[in-house]
Nanobody, 124 residues
């Protein structure tokens, strides 16, 4: 099992930036960030393949958010720039164990382990 602990959430005005962190323990194949806005289903935001560093973003955040990892520190990051009120949500870190397989933002079941979430609130 991979243990995941998110931090870095908070309140920010539109146009501002936040950086989320996810400390993890255990071996991962890929990791991702998801979010759930009030009254909506959880959606994938960004994912990164642990070994290659290959990244993929949802269209709604492309060009504004950057996912990265520091394997020496066992930490996953999500840098969020140009934040909008519609980015307000609970943000979750997720990981997939193993060494192969699908790692799709559209399929939560591709990920085996989840953090508890950190709240991000963007005011206009």
């Amino acid at each position: 099992q991979v243990q995941l602990v998110e931090s870095g959430g908070g309140s920010v005005q539109a146009g501002g930036s936040l950086r989320l962190s996810c400390a993890f323990s255990g071996s991962t194949y890929c990791m991702g960030w998801f979010r759930r806005a009030p009254g909506k289903e959880r959606e994938g935001v960004a994912r990164i393949l642990t070994k290659s560093g290959n990244t993929y973003y949802a269209d709604s955040v492309k060009g504004r958010f950057v996912i990265s990892q520091d394997n020496a520190k066992n930490t996953l990051y999500l840098l969020m720039n140009s934040l909008k009120p519609e980015d307000t949500a609970m943000y979750y870190c997720a990981a997939k164990r193993g060494s192969y397989g699908a790692c799709r933002l559209s399929r939560e079941s591709d990920f085996s382990d989840w953090g508890q979430g950190t709240q991000v609130t963007v005011s206009s």
